[in-house]
């Protein structure tokens, strides 16, 4: 059975409508001047977190995804239909980046959070803008700005209140089973669990409203190397990332020391992440319910007390020890979560929002680089000026000469030494320096 936790999209939002140049001709009208209506604007491309999705299997039989254009405007005015935004829906707890980077674009943890993750592209204003007292028919509209595309890869980490970890067959799934309405795959040989399991655990009254509940993720058992990726060590790892409670299993019936086992995991842990080998955790012997296992209890509890780590001993075949590690984790639970929320409070304060100052770079702002054909102009503002201009139309290109040459555009490629035949690119327009520009 595969776990789909990753994926990789390709994004286009909508293009924008294209704005109409029309002139009003009717029969008693015969001049009346320009009428043309803007383009529709396209549509954006949002991602939203659903609880109800737990792996990203969708993304990995349909990766494209394009929003729908604007329509173009028409004659009397008339504006272009805008077109419908598309909104994907992926796991709670996936975090978002682009691709090419490894850039941060979203980290989508709780339910209904959304993030736009591509902007559809402006409508173009029909030629009705453009007249004025010495061009009362202008013949100049333009062309809807192309929608943003980027490629994106999602990454699943689970969100879970407890993980379980330790070896393979320290009876995580076992105990999953029993503590909550998961049904995980169980048997007795190494590996069975392939794939992480959720479930959830609920510890006091709920038809009396006395009670808490929290999330168990069951992580395949883990080997010696998992932190360099033997075994799918890496794969399973991310997925204790965001727990705040480990229970670490260790197997009863093991033919190794059980301290050495545990030690061993730890380790995975602390190569992996540092963070995550401090996260708190609780140590429990299974399979209690045998001879040899309650053998080794007393040297585990020992030498956890060493450690200032809790202990409990379990059987999961007979409950023995059960409830008791499920009172005492929700207790944790409560503790580590106020915890949060009262570190989350101090920050508040120590960095108010109004401290925070943002500086995006000017919307005019622009460079030039040489490129193995020519030169490649970037910046947002003078690429979408270049898009939304129709070359086949005079006027607007002599707008456009005239808007590039206020922004310093002409002077910065003139400095960088271009010359007439040159190729300079914006986006993905192409203009030839000296004929077009």
Excluded at 352 to 365: C, I
């Amino acid at each position: 059975m595969q776990f789909f936790d990753r994926a990789k999209i390709y994004i286009t939002a909508g293009n924008g409508g294209n704005g109409s140049r029309h002139f009003r001709r009717e029969k008693f009208v015969p001049m009346g001047g320009p009428d043309g209506g803007d383009g529709g604007r396209g549509g954006s491309v949002y991602l939203e977190a659903d609880p109800g999705m737990n792996t990203l299997v969708d993304f990995h039989y349909h990766q494209h995804f394009k929003a729908e254009s604007g329509g173009a405007g028409t004659g009397q005015k008339r504006h272009g239909a805008a077109g419908d935004d598309l909104t994907l829906r992926v796991p709670a707890g996936t975090v978002v980046r682009e691709a090419e980077t490894g850039r941060l674009v979203a980290d989508l943890t709780d339910a209904g959070q959304q993030v736009m993750v591509a902007r559809g592209g402006r409508g173009g204003l029909g030629n009705v803008h453009f007249a004025t007292a010495t061009n009362q028919a202008p013949r100049e509209a333009q062309l809807g700005e192309p929608g943003e595309e980027i490629t994106l890869a999602l990454e699943l980490k689970l969100i879970a209140d407890v993980g379980l970890v330790g070896y393979p067959n320290a009876g995580k799934s076992t105990l999953l089973s029993v503590v909550t309405a998961a049904r995980p795959k169980i048997a007795d040989y190494p590996f069975t669990t392939l794939v992480p399991n959720l479930g959830v655990a609920v510890v006091g009254d709920p038809i009396g409203g006395d009670f808490s509940s929290f999330v168990i993720a069951d992580i395949p058992g883990l080997i010696e190397g998992a932190a360099q990726g033997v075994g799918l060590g890496h794969e399973f790892l991310r997925h204790v990332e965001r727990t705040r409670l480990l229970l670490h299993l260790i197997d009863g019936m093991s033919d190794k020391d059980p301290w050495e086992e545990f030690e061993a995991i730890n380790k995975e842990l602390a190569e992996y992440s540092p963070e995550l080998a401090e996260r708190p955790q609780v140590v429990v012997l299974t399979k209690m319910d045998l001879a040899e296992a309650r053998a080794k209890w007393p040297d585990v509890r020992r030498r956890a007390e060493q450690l200032d780590l809790p202990a409990f001993a379990i059987s999961s075949a007979t409950r023995e020890g059960v409830q008791d590690l499920l009172n005492d984790t929700a207790h944790r639970l409560g503790e580590i979560r106020q915890e949060e929320a009262e570190r989350q409070e101090r920050l508040a304060v120590a960095v108010p929002a109004t401290g925070v100052v943002l500086r995006p770079e000017p919307d005019d702002a622009f460079a030039v680089e040489e490129v193995v054909d020519g030169f490649r102009v970037r910046g947002r503002r003078v690429e979408r000026m270049v898009a939304m201009t129709d070359p086949d139309s005079a006027e607007g290109m002599e707008r456009l000469e005239r808007q590039m040459r206020k922004l310093g555009v002409f002077a910065a490629l003139e400095e960088a030494g271009v010359m007439p035949g040159d190729h300079v690119h914006f986006g993905k327009v192409d203009l030839t320096w000296g004929e077009e520009m």
